[in-house]
């Protein structure tokens, strides 16, 4: 058996939950932070039999877009008043990112 931890963009969250569970998956869903834009994201965790995986991962990569995001940096630089700017940057952000982990023992009480 197998963890996936997948965070992806919050647009994307509703359709891939329905989609999985359309598909027989079982998900939580997480609402998360991503530490360097500092804005919601969302973790879905997936615990899948082994021949059920690359079914869900093909289902992530399916329904997960990426996207252009501008945000203010978190890190603003010091002018040269001494004042710190914070200054516009754009970064793409993935449509998924997923870690798959081994499952040392699965019970439900
Ligand atoms: P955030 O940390 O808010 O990052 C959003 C996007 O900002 C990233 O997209 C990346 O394009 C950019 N970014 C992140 N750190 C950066 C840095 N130090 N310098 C420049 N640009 C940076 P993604 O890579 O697609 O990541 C989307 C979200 O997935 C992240 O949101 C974070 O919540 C999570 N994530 C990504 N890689 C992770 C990892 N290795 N471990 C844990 N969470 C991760």
């Given amino acids: 058996m197998k963890l996936i ?3 992806v963009q919050d647009e994307d969250a509703g359709r891939l939950i329905s989609n ?3 598909e027989g998956y079982s998900v939580t869903k997480l609402a998360t932070t991503g ?3 500092r804005a919601g994201n969302t973790t879905l965790l997936l615990g899948v039999d082994d021949h ?3 079914g869900a ?3 992530i990569e399916k329904i997960g877009h990426s996207r252009k995001q501008v945000a203010t940096s978190p890190s603003p630089v010091a002018g040269s008043t001494g004042a710190y700017v914070p200054y516009p940057i754009e970064v793409v952000v993935g449509g ?3 870690f798959v982990l081994d499952v040392e023992k699965f019970k439900k009480y």
């Fill in 96 to 98: 998924a990112t997923v």
């Fill in 57 to 59: 991962l093909a289902l």
């Fill in 52 to 54: 059920k995986l690359d």
């Fill in 35 to 37: 530490g360097f834009l």
């Fill in 5 to 7: 931890i997948a965070i």
């Fill in 20 to 22: 999985l569970m359309q």
